[in-house]
Protein backbone atom coordinates (compact mmCIF):
# COMPACT_ATOMS: atom_id res chain seq x y z
CA UNK A 1 0.00 0.00 0.00
CA UNK A 2 1.31 3.30 -0.18
CA UNK A 3 1.19 6.07 2.67
CA UNK A 4 -1.69 7.80 1.67
CA UNK A 5 -4.35 7.90 4.69
CA UNK A 6 -6.79 5.62 4.69
CA UNK A 7 -10.50 6.87 3.38
CA UNK A 8 -12.70 6.05 6.37
CA UNK A 9 -16.34 6.84 7.08
CA UNK A 10 -17.85 6.66 11.05
CA UNK A 11 -21.11 6.40 11.20
CA UNK A 12 -21.96 6.87 14.97
CA UNK A 13 -24.71 8.84 16.93
CA UNK A 14 -22.93 9.64 20.29
CA UNK A 15 -21.03 12.48 19.75
CA UNK A 16 -18.44 11.55 22.96
CA UNK A 17 -17.84 7.91 20.92
CA UNK A 18 -17.47 10.04 17.65
CA UNK A 19 -14.33 12.22 18.97
CA UNK A 20 -12.95 9.21 20.72
CA UNK A 21 -12.80 7.35 16.93
CA UNK A 22 -11.64 11.03 16.03
CA UNK A 23 -8.31 11.55 18.03
CA UNK A 24 -7.65 7.80 18.04
CA UNK A 25 -7.84 7.45 14.05
CA UNK A 26 -5.27 10.17 13.12
CA UNK A 27 -3.48 7.59 10.70
CA UNK A 28 -7.49 8.09 8.73
CA UNK A 29 -8.92 10.61 6.93
CA UNK A 30 -12.09 10.60 8.41
CA UNK A 31 -15.51 11.87 7.96
CA UNK A 32 -18.74 11.50 10.26
CA UNK A 33 -22.58 10.53 10.25
CA UNK A 34 -24.99 10.47 12.45
CA UNK A 35 -27.81 8.39 10.99
CA UNK A 36 -28.92 6.74 7.97
CA UNK A 37 -29.46 9.57 5.60
CA UNK A 38 -26.49 11.55 6.89
CA UNK A 39 -24.24 8.07 6.27
CA UNK A 40 -25.59 7.69 2.54
CA UNK A 41 -24.87 11.32 1.85
CA UNK A 42 -21.42 11.04 3.09
CA UNK A 43 -20.67 7.54 1.36
CA UNK A 44 -21.78 8.85 -2.25
CA UNK A 45 -19.39 12.20 -1.24
CA UNK A 46 -16.52 10.38 -0.33
CA UNK A 47 -16.87 6.34 -1.07
CA UNK A 48 -14.71 5.82 1.66
CA UNK A 49 -12.41 2.61 1.72
CA UNK A 50 -13.76 1.28 4.72
CA UNK A 51 -16.62 2.39 7.11
CA UNK A 52 -16.94 1.45 10.46
CA UNK A 53 -20.90 1.62 11.18
CA UNK A 54 -23.19 1.72 14.36
CA UNK A 55 -26.12 -0.27 13.93
CA UNK A 56 -27.98 1.20 16.26
CA UNK A 57 -29.33 4.68 14.83
CA UNK A 58 -31.61 6.93 15.17
CA UNK A 59 -34.69 7.30 15.04
CA UNK A 60 -34.94 3.37 15.64
CA UNK A 61 -31.75 3.43 18.24
CA UNK A 62 -33.37 0.58 20.08
CA UNK A 63 -32.79 -1.48 16.88
CA UNK A 64 -30.28 -2.83 14.22
CA UNK A 65 -32.82 -1.46 11.62
CA UNK A 66 -32.10 1.46 10.10
CA UNK A 67 -27.97 0.36 10.69
CA UNK A 68 -28.37 -2.81 8.14
CA UNK A 69 -30.57 -0.68 6.05
CA UNK A 70 -27.99 1.45 6.02
CA UNK A 71 -25.52 -1.74 5.30
CA UNK A 72 -27.62 -2.62 2.72
CA UNK A 73 -27.71 0.83 0.56
CA UNK A 74 -23.86 1.36 1.01
CA UNK A 75 -22.83 -2.05 -0.59
CA UNK A 76 -25.65 -1.63 -3.53
CA UNK A 77 -22.99 1.64 -4.27
CA UNK A 78 -20.23 0.21 -3.58
CA UNK A 79 -19.74 -3.89 -2.94
CA UNK A 80 -16.31 -3.82 -2.78
CA UNK A 81 -16.55 -1.34 0.23
CA UNK A 82 -15.41 -2.49 3.85
CA UNK A 83 -18.27 -2.09 6.07
CA UNK A 84 -17.26 -2.92 9.97
CA UNK A 85 -20.51 -3.26 12.05
CA UNK A 86 -19.98 -1.54 15.41
CA UNK A 87 -22.47 -3.24 17.99
CA UNK A 88 -23.13 -3.87 21.80
CA UNK A 89 -22.90 -7.43 22.81
CA UNK A 90 -26.41 -8.50 23.42
CA UNK A 91 -26.48 -7.84 19.71
CA UNK A 92 -24.04 -10.04 18.50
CA UNK A 93 -26.68 -12.41 16.60
CA UNK A 94 -27.44 -9.26 14.81
CA UNK A 95 -23.49 -8.17 14.04
CA UNK A 96 -23.11 -11.73 12.69
CA UNK A 97 -26.67 -11.21 10.56
CA UNK A 98 -25.11 -7.89 8.88
CA UNK A 99 -21.50 -10.37 7.80
CA UNK A 100 -24.13 -12.49 6.29
CA UNK A 101 -25.34 -9.42 4.28
CA UNK A 102 -21.83 -8.14 3.03
CA UNK A 103 -20.21 -6.94 5.80
CA UNK A 104 -16.64 -6.92 6.13
CA UNK A 105 -16.52 -7.64 10.22
CA UNK A 106 -17.67 -6.49 13.49
CA UNK A 107 -16.40 -5.07 16.50
CA UNK A 108 -18.52 -5.44 19.95
CA UNK A 109 -18.91 -2.23 22.16
CA UNK A 110 -17.46 -0.82 24.30
CA UNK A 111 -15.10 0.13 21.32
CA UNK A 112 -11.46 -0.95 21.75
CA UNK A 113 -9.75 1.37 19.35
CA UNK A 114 -6.28 -1.31 19.86
CA UNK A 115 -7.98 -3.97 18.12
CA UNK A 116 -10.30 -1.31 15.60
CA UNK A 117 -7.20 0.00 14.62
CA UNK A 118 -5.62 -3.07 13.00
CA UNK A 119 -9.40 -4.67 11.78
CA UNK A 120 -9.42 -0.75 9.71
CA UNK A 121 -5.85 -1.32 8.53
CA UNK A 122 -6.32 -5.09 7.24
CA UNK A 123 -9.88 -4.09 5.65
CA UNK A 124 -8.29 -1.09 3.85
CA UNK A 125 -5.01 -3.41 2.51
CA UNK A 126 -8.22 -5.82 1.24
CA UNK A 127 -9.37 -2.86 -0.54
CA UNK A 128 -6.07 -2.23 -2.14
CA UNK A 129 -5.77 -5.52 -2.87
CA UNK A 130 -8.78 -6.17 -5.02
CA UNK A 131 -8.72 -2.86 -6.36
CA UNK A 132 -5.26 -3.52 -7.84
CA UNK A 133 -6.74 -6.67 -9.17
CA UNK A 134 -9.46 -5.15 -10.99
CA UNK A 135 -7.30 -2.67 -12.24
CA UNK A 136 -4.95 -5.36 -13.60
CA UNK A 137 -7.39 -7.69 -15.25
CA UNK A 138 -8.52 -4.19 -16.96
CA UNK A 139 -5.04 -4.37 -18.29
CA UNK A 140 -4.62 -7.71 -19.53
CA UNK A 141 -5.14 -7.78 -22.80
CA UNK A 142 -8.30 -9.98 -23.29
CA UNK A 143 -8.33 -13.56 -24.99
CA UNK A 144 -8.88 -13.58 -29.22
CA UNK A 145 -10.76 -16.15 -28.84
CA UNK A 146 -14.21 -16.52 -27.03
CA UNK A 147 -14.54 -19.05 -24.75
CA UNK A 148 -10.85 -19.05 -23.80
CA UNK A 149 -9.84 -17.10 -20.45
CA UNK A 150 -6.20 -16.55 -20.74
CA UNK A 151 -3.90 -13.57 -20.88
CA UNK A 152 -0.54 -15.07 -20.16
CA UNK A 153 2.12 -14.98 -22.93
CA UNK A 154 2.50 -18.36 -23.00
CA UNK A 155 -1.04 -18.87 -23.63
CA UNK A 156 -0.93 -15.86 -26.00
CA UNK A 157 2.11 -18.01 -28.48
CA UNK A 158 -1.01 -20.96 -28.35
CA UNK A 159 -3.92 -18.62 -29.39
CA UNK A 160 -2.07 -16.79 -32.30
CA UNK A 161 -1.28 -20.72 -33.84
CA UNK A 162 -5.16 -21.06 -32.67
CA UNK A 163 -6.25 -18.39 -35.28
CA UNK A 164 -4.00 -19.19 -37.96
CA UNK A 165 -4.71 -22.97 -38.32
CA UNK A 166 -8.34 -22.54 -37.31
CA UNK A 167 -9.21 -21.79 -41.41
CA UNK A 168 -7.79 -24.83 -42.56
CA UNK A 169 -8.74 -27.98 -42.93
CA UNK A 170 -5.56 -29.22 -41.86
CA UNK A 171 -5.21 -32.14 -39.00
CA UNK A 172 -4.36 -30.93 -35.31
CA UNK A 173 -2.85 -32.72 -32.34
CA UNK A 174 -3.51 -30.80 -28.97
CA UNK A 175 -0.89 -31.87 -26.46
CA UNK A 176 -1.17 -31.26 -22.94
CA UNK A 177 -1.14 -32.67 -19.32
CA UNK A 178 -5.15 -33.62 -18.37
CA UNK A 179 -7.54 -30.40 -17.27
CA UNK A 180 -5.47 -27.84 -19.70
CA UNK A 181 -8.13 -26.90 -21.28
CA UNK A 182 -7.22 -29.06 -25.12
CA UNK A 183 -11.38 -29.52 -25.73
CA UNK A 184 -11.96 -26.25 -25.18
CA UNK A 185 -8.63 -25.04 -28.22
CA UNK A 186 -10.69 -27.90 -29.99
CA UNK A 187 -13.79 -25.98 -29.93
CA UNK A 188 -11.83 -23.15 -30.62
CA UNK A 189 -10.99 -24.35 -33.84
CA UNK A 190 -14.14 -25.20 -34.95
CA UNK A 191 -15.93 -22.18 -33.99
CA UNK A 192 -13.18 -20.29 -36.18
CA UNK A 193 -13.36 -22.32 -39.35
CA UNK A 194 -15.65 -22.48 -42.07
CA UNK A 195 -17.08 -25.44 -40.63
CA UNK A 196 -18.35 -23.73 -37.63
CA UNK A 197 -21.82 -24.05 -38.77
CA UNK A 198 -21.85 -28.00 -38.81
CA UNK A 199 -21.52 -30.28 -36.00
CA UNK A 200 -18.76 -30.94 -33.73
CA UNK A 201 -18.44 -34.18 -32.27
CA UNK A 202 -16.53 -35.11 -29.52
CA UNK A 203 -15.37 -38.66 -28.39
CA UNK A 204 -13.24 -39.63 -25.08
CA UNK A 205 -11.60 -42.96 -26.75
CA UNK A 206 -10.42 -43.77 -23.71
CA UNK A 207 -13.88 -43.61 -22.11
CA UNK A 208 -15.28 -46.27 -24.27
CA UNK A 209 -14.41 -49.97 -24.31
CA UNK A 210 -12.27 -51.64 -26.47
CA UNK A 211 -15.12 -53.69 -28.24
CA UNK A 212 -17.74 -51.13 -28.10
CA UNK A 213 -14.93 -48.26 -29.91
CA UNK A 214 -15.21 -49.27 -33.52
CA UNK A 215 -19.38 -49.35 -33.20
CA UNK A 216 -19.26 -45.63 -31.32
CA UNK A 217 -16.61 -44.29 -34.48
CA UNK A 218 -17.95 -46.02 -37.84
CA UNK A 219 -21.59 -46.71 -36.46
CA UNK A 220 -23.46 -50.29 -37.45
CA UNK A 221 -26.29 -52.04 -39.47
CA UNK A 222 -29.44 -53.79 -38.14
CA UNK A 223 -28.05 -57.07 -37.15
CA UNK A 224 -24.35 -56.54 -37.13
CA UNK A 225 -24.18 -58.27 -33.93
CA UNK A 226 -26.11 -59.14 -30.95
CA UNK A 227 -27.63 -56.52 -29.40
CA UNK A 228 -27.52 -54.37 -33.05
CA UNK A 229 -31.46 -54.00 -33.23
CA UNK A 230 -31.37 -50.89 -35.53
CA UNK A 231 -29.06 -48.99 -37.58
CA UNK A 232 -26.76 -46.93 -36.00
CA UNK A 233 -24.53 -43.86 -37.50
CA UNK A 234 -21.21 -43.21 -36.06
CA UNK A 235 -19.55 -40.51 -34.45
CA UNK A 236 -17.11 -40.02 -37.71
CA UNK A 237 -20.05 -40.10 -39.85
CA UNK A 238 -22.20 -37.34 -37.64
CA UNK A 239 -19.70 -35.19 -37.84
CA UNK A 240 -19.79 -34.97 -41.97
CA UNK A 241 -18.89 -31.26 -42.67
CA UNK A 242 -17.82 -30.45 -39.03
CA UNK A 243 -15.09 -31.59 -36.75
CA UNK A 244 -14.46 -34.94 -35.31
CA UNK A 245 -12.46 -34.04 -31.80
CA UNK A 246 -10.70 -37.49 -30.56
CA UNK A 247 -9.87 -36.94 -27.17
CA UNK A 248 -7.28 -39.59 -25.81
CA UNK A 249 -6.01 -40.63 -28.83
CA UNK A 250 -3.48 -42.28 -27.33
CA UNK A 251 -5.58 -44.45 -25.75
CA UNK A 252 -7.06 -45.92 -29.15
CA UNK A 253 -5.93 -49.68 -29.58
CA UNK A 254 -3.74 -50.90 -32.45
CA UNK A 255 -6.58 -52.56 -34.66
CA UNK A 256 -8.58 -49.86 -34.32
CA UNK A 257 -5.53 -47.72 -35.58
CA UNK A 258 -5.15 -49.40 -38.63
CA UNK A 259 -8.74 -48.88 -39.44
CA UNK A 260 -8.28 -45.26 -38.48
CA UNK A 261 -5.69 -44.63 -40.45
CA UNK A 262 -7.90 -46.43 -43.42
CA UNK A 263 -10.65 -43.57 -42.95
CA UNK A 264 -7.76 -40.79 -42.60
CA UNK A 265 -6.44 -41.70 -46.23
CA UNK A 266 -9.28 -41.55 -48.16
CA UNK A 267 -12.12 -40.02 -45.88
CA UNK A 268 -14.43 -43.20 -46.72
CA UNK A 269 -15.91 -45.24 -43.80
CA UNK A 270 -18.35 -48.76 -43.41
CA UNK A 271 -20.20 -49.72 -40.91
CA UNK A 272 -19.80 -52.53 -38.92
CA UNK A 273 -21.81 -55.16 -40.65
CA UNK A 274 -22.35 -52.98 -44.06
CA UNK A 275 -21.16 -52.95 -47.55
CA UNK A 276 -21.34 -50.16 -49.06
CA UNK A 277 -18.59 -47.65 -48.75
CA UNK A 278 -19.93 -43.84 -47.15
CA UNK A 279 -18.15 -40.78 -48.32
CA UNK A 280 -17.82 -38.23 -45.19
CA UNK A 281 -15.75 -34.79 -44.94
CA UNK A 282 -14.69 -34.68 -41.41
CA UNK A 283 -11.77 -32.55 -40.12
CA UNK A 284 -9.75 -34.12 -37.12
CA UNK A 285 -8.45 -32.72 -34.05
CA UNK A 286 -6.88 -35.09 -31.28
CA UNK A 287 -5.66 -34.63 -28.21
CA UNK A 288 -3.48 -36.88 -25.66
CA UNK A 289 -1.72 -36.28 -22.40
CA UNK A 290 0.58 -39.24 -23.23
CA UNK A 291 3.88 -39.10 -25.38
CA UNK A 292 3.20 -40.80 -28.49
CA UNK A 293 6.84 -40.51 -29.51
CA UNK A 294 7.76 -42.71 -26.84
CA UNK A 295 4.92 -44.84 -27.89
CA UNK A 296 6.04 -44.89 -31.22
CA UNK A 297 9.26 -46.38 -30.18
CA UNK A 298 7.90 -49.32 -28.14
CA UNK A 299 5.65 -50.48 -30.68
CA UNK A 300 1.78 -48.99 -28.84
CA UNK A 301 1.43 -46.39 -31.46
CA UNK A 302 1.42 -46.22 -35.49
CA UNK A 303 4.01 -43.88 -37.39
CA UNK A 304 2.25 -43.16 -40.40
CA UNK A 305 -0.75 -42.50 -38.06
CA UNK A 306 0.85 -40.08 -35.90
CA UNK A 307 1.66 -38.27 -38.90
CA UNK A 308 -1.47 -38.33 -40.41
CA UNK A 309 -2.32 -37.13 -37.02
CA UNK A 310 0.51 -34.39 -36.29
CA UNK A 311 0.11 -32.11 -39.64
CA UNK A 312 0.11 -29.75 -36.55
CA UNK A 313 0.95 -29.95 -33.52
CA UNK A 314 -0.14 -27.63 -30.60
CA UNK A 315 1.40 -27.85 -26.62
CA UNK A 316 -1.09 -26.92 -24.66
CA UNK A 317 1.39 -25.45 -21.13
CA UNK A 318 0.05 -26.60 -17.89
CA UNK A 319 -1.78 -23.36 -15.78
CA UNK A 320 1.56 -23.42 -13.65
CA UNK A 321 3.45 -22.29 -16.23
CA UNK A 322 0.37 -19.81 -17.29
CA UNK A 323 1.96 -16.46 -15.61
CA UNK A 324 -1.40 -14.60 -14.18
CA UNK A 325 -4.11 -16.79 -15.42
CA UNK A 326 -4.68 -18.75 -12.32
CA UNK A 327 -6.33 -15.59 -10.57
CA UNK A 328 -7.63 -14.59 -14.12
CA UNK A 329 -9.56 -17.99 -14.02
CA UNK A 330 -10.79 -17.78 -10.60
CA UNK A 331 -12.26 -15.02 -11.01
CA UNK A 332 -14.15 -15.88 -14.34
CA UNK A 333 -15.35 -19.06 -12.58
CA UNK A 334 -16.30 -17.22 -9.94
CA UNK A 335 -18.54 -15.07 -11.60
CA UNK A 336 -20.29 -17.80 -13.33
CA UNK A 337 -20.89 -19.93 -10.19
CA UNK A 338 -22.09 -16.80 -7.97
CA UNK A 339 -25.04 -16.53 -11.27
CA UNK A 340 -25.35 -20.40 -11.20
CA UNK A 341 -26.10 -20.67 -7.22
CA UNK A 342 -27.33 -17.17 -6.79
CA UNK A 343 -24.89 -16.67 -4.56
CA UNK A 344 -22.94 -13.13 -3.93
CA UNK A 345 -19.84 -13.49 -2.79
CA UNK A 346 -18.03 -10.19 -3.85
CA UNK A 347 -14.30 -11.89 -4.46
CA UNK A 348 -11.50 -13.54 -3.14
CA UNK A 349 -9.61 -12.17 0.18
CA UNK A 350 -5.99 -11.95 -0.19
CA UNK A 351 -4.78 -14.62 2.13
CA UNK A 352 -6.88 -16.88 -1.17
CA UNK A 353 -5.32 -14.66 -4.09
CA UNK A 354 -1.92 -15.44 -2.46
CA UNK A 355 -2.97 -18.99 -2.21
CA UNK A 356 -4.23 -19.40 -5.80
CA UNK A 357 -0.81 -17.54 -7.26
CA UNK A 358 1.40 -19.88 -5.89
CA UNK A 359 -0.88 -23.33 -5.87
CA UNK A 360 1.13 -25.96 -8.11
CA UNK A 361 -2.33 -26.57 -9.79
CA UNK A 362 -1.13 -30.67 -11.00
CA UNK A 363 -5.40 -30.86 -12.06
CA UNK A 364 -4.56 -28.07 -13.94
CA UNK A 365 -7.84 -25.93 -14.78
CA UNK A 366 -10.27 -28.52 -14.27
CA UNK A 367 -8.71 -28.49 -10.39
CA UNK A 368 -8.92 -24.68 -10.07
CA UNK A 369 -12.68 -24.97 -11.38
CA UNK A 370 -13.79 -27.12 -8.68
CA UNK A 371 -12.09 -26.07 -6.05
CA UNK A 372 -13.95 -22.34 -6.85
CA UNK A 373 -17.24 -24.58 -7.52
CA UNK A 374 -17.05 -26.19 -3.86
CA UNK A 375 -15.93 -22.96 -2.32
CA UNK A 376 -18.67 -20.45 -3.99
CA UNK A 377 -21.15 -23.39 -2.56
CA UNK A 378 -19.84 -23.57 1.19
CA UNK A 379 -18.31 -19.74 1.62
CA UNK A 380 -19.84 -18.40 4.60
CA UNK A 381 -18.11 -14.82 4.32
CA UNK A 382 -18.85 -12.37 1.82
CA UNK A 383 -15.13 -13.04 0.32
CA UNK A 384 -13.73 -16.41 -0.60
CA UNK A 385 -10.54 -17.17 1.85
CA UNK A 386 -7.86 -19.59 1.49
CA UNK A 387 -9.79 -22.41 3.43
CA UNK A 388 -12.60 -21.84 1.38
CA UNK A 389 -10.91 -23.34 -1.23
CA UNK A 390 -9.14 -26.14 0.69
CA UNK A 391 -5.63 -24.20 -0.12
CA UNK A 392 -2.84 -23.87 2.45
CA UNK A 393 -2.11 -19.83 3.51
CA UNK A 394 0.98 -19.02 1.50
CA UNK A 395 3.12 -16.41 0.89
CA UNK A 396 4.23 -14.54 -2.93
CA UNK A 397 7.41 -15.77 -3.88
CA UNK A 398 7.97 -12.04 -4.98
CA UNK A 399 7.14 -10.79 -1.45
CA UNK A 400 4.42 -7.81 -1.69
CA UNK A 401 2.84 -6.21 -3.97
CA UNK A 402 3.92 -2.98 -3.47
CA UNK A 403 5.25 -1.40 -6.97
CA UNK A 404 8.05 0.54 -5.37
CA UNK A 405 9.29 -2.70 -3.74
CA UNK A 406 9.05 -4.63 -6.55
CA UNK A 407 11.15 -1.92 -9.05
CA UNK A 408 13.48 -2.64 -6.58
CA UNK A 409 13.38 -6.28 -6.71
CA UNK A 410 13.94 -6.49 -10.27
CA UNK A 411 16.81 -3.81 -10.12
CA UNK A 412 18.71 -5.71 -7.54
CA UNK A 413 18.79 -8.70 -9.59
CA UNK A 414 19.27 -7.18 -12.83
CA UNK A 415 22.24 -5.16 -10.86
CA UNK A 416 23.62 -8.57 -9.54
CA UNK A 417 23.38 -10.55 -12.68
CA UNK A 418 25.80 -7.64 -13.82
CA UNK A 419 28.03 -7.96 -11.48
CA UNK A 420 28.36 -11.37 -11.51
CA UNK A 421 28.91 -11.48 -15.13
CA UNK A 422 31.38 -8.70 -15.08
CA UNK A 423 33.38 -10.23 -12.24
CA UNK A 424 32.51 -7.50 -10.13
CA UNK A 425 34.08 -4.75 -12.72
CA UNK A 426 32.04 -1.67 -12.16
CA UNK A 427 32.92 -0.20 -15.59
CA UNK A 428 31.97 -3.66 -17.64
CA UNK A 429 28.70 -4.21 -15.24
CA UNK A 430 27.38 -0.28 -15.66
CA UNK A 431 27.94 -0.96 -19.31
CA UNK A 432 25.96 -4.12 -19.56
CA UNK A 433 23.35 -2.25 -17.70
CA UNK A 434 23.12 0.80 -20.13
CA UNK A 435 23.86 3.64 -17.18
CA UNK A 436 27.10 5.33 -16.58
CA UNK A 437 29.42 4.71 -13.69
CA UNK A 438 28.46 7.49 -11.48
CA UNK A 439 24.46 6.28 -11.64
CA UNK A 440 25.88 2.05 -10.59
CA UNK A 441 27.57 3.78 -7.60
CA UNK A 442 24.22 5.72 -6.77
CA UNK A 443 21.80 2.57 -7.41
CA UNK A 444 24.43 0.29 -5.25
CA UNK A 445 23.98 3.02 -2.18
CA UNK A 446 20.33 2.73 -2.41
CA UNK A 447 19.71 -0.79 -2.70
CA UNK A 448 22.81 -1.48 0.04
CA UNK A 449 24.68 -3.61 -2.15
CA UNK A 450 28.11 -4.17 -1.97
CA UNK A 451 30.70 -5.32 -4.68
CA UNK A 452 33.11 -8.30 -3.70
CA UNK A 453 35.61 -7.78 -6.80
Known amino acids: MTDRKISLLIVEDDDGLARQYKWGLGNCDVAFAANRDDAIAEFRRVRPQVVVLDLELPPAADTAAEGLAALEAMLAMAPE???????????????????????????????????????????????????????????MPRSPIDGVVAASPQMARVLRTVEKIAPTDVAVLLLGESGTGKEVLAQAIHRLSPRAKKPFVAINCAAIPETLLESELFGHEKGAFTGAVKQTVGKIESANGGTLFLDEIGDVPLAMQVKLLRFLQDQVIERIGGHRPIQVDVRIVCATNQDLDHMIGTGRFREDLYYRLNEVRIVVPPLREREGDPVLLANHFLKRFNEQFARKLKGFGSDALTAIAVHPWRGNVRELENRVKRAVVMAEGATVSAADLELAPAELPYGSLDLREARARAERGVIQMALAQSGGNLSRAAKLLGISRPTLYGLLEDLGLEVHS
Do not use: C, W
Open 81 to 139: TKIIVATGNESREVALRAVQLGAYDFHLKPVDLDVLRPMIARAARLHALEAENRRLQDL
